[in-house]
């Protein structure tokens, strides 16, 4: 019951904070802004639309993505990336099977967070 309350306070302050209006404000503005550049507008403003459901959730930022986005910003896309990412104190300690579920694993999050900063870097955002 407790959890119902806090939500609906929340969307209350929401509503009169004008936080709705702003989101509305910034998702014309940013969608202008990508007509004039010829990006497709439905793509930035599911963008948008991701970010203040994500922020309305309370969902905080993927720790992995952002060391991933930070390594195609300063490098781009290398091909030793795994092993730039790899925590390797902890892989160090791991037996032979747990290296190759570690490496399935850590190719699998990197290959998700690489398509999320494709998707992000195409609608402009």
Sequence with gaps: MDDIKSVARRAKRRLKTGYWSKCRAEAEEVSARARSMGL??????????NRVRSDIRGEKPDDFYLKVKELLDSCGEVSDALGRLTDREYYNSLGY???????????????AALEKY????ESGL
């Design 118 to 121: 494709r998707r992000e870097k």
């Design 97 to 111: 099977a747990e290296k190759q579920r570690y490496n399935l694993d850590l190719a699998s999050r990197y290959n």
């Design 40 to 49: 497709n507008e439905n793509k930035v403003r599911e963008g948008i639309y």
